[in-house]
């Protein structure tokens, strides 16, 4: 008996301690994040040759110029966008992997940090039209705070890769440089 009355004490504490452990893991679980850009898919991917993706296109978020990113690896892509931004052209830059008709990618404007300017990153994907005409997508902010849809088209497939060093102002894009992801397009009207 005393022995069981010493052990009561202990098993007590260790009961305790147990249902105090479990409260706690129930509080740290986080809420569910509403819906958002960050967390809608793509459709299921379609068989595309890499090439139809790239090119000049026009698009909701102004000019965008897609390009393979390495050399015999034509399913990586980055590409670049511009628009007018207040009487000041905005560039942003994006890179990513087709997976058939799917491109996943990371973005960033500008492309090029600038003093006192902000810095938008974030993620997003496209889905092509396997013939070349048209994409449609998502894109979010890093931080989540924006968000928004992304469609570009375009007359005709291009049949002939750019001429080499032909790129945004003069330089070619994709030399040396690192490849930054793409911002996504304006929400509401709202350009940034």
Request: glycine fraction near 14%; aromatic fraction near 10%.
């Amino acid at each position: 008996m005393i022995r069981s009355a010493a052990l009561r004490p202990l098993f007590l504490a260790a009961a305790l301690a147990a249902l105090a452990a479990s409260a706690s893991s129930r509080q740290s679980t986080p809420p569910p994040q509403p819906a958002g850009a960050w967390n809608a898919q793509p459709p299921q991917s379609q068989p595309m040759d890499p090439r139809a993706a790239t090119g000049l296109w026009k698009s909701t978020f102004g000019a965008v110029k897609i390009e393979p990113s390495e050399p015999g690896v034509p399913t990586s892509v980055h590409g670049a966008w511009t628009y007018d931004n207040q009487g000041a052209q905005a560039v942003g830059y994006f890179g990513g992997t087709l997976d058939g008709n799917v491109l996943r990618l990371t973005w960033r404007e500008p492309g090029q940090p600038m003093a006192g300017a902000p810095l938008l990153e974030g993620e997003g994907w496209l889905v092509f039209d396997p013939n070349g005409s048209r994409f449609t997508g998502r894109w979010w902010t890093n931080n989540r705070d924006r968000q928004g849809d992304w469609s570009g088209w375009r007359n005709a497939q291009p049949t002939t890769p750019p001429p080499p060093g032909g790129g945004y102002g003069g330089a070619a894009y994709g030399s040396p440089q690192p490849t930054y992801p793409p911002p996504p397009p304006p929400s509401g009207g709202v350009r940034y």
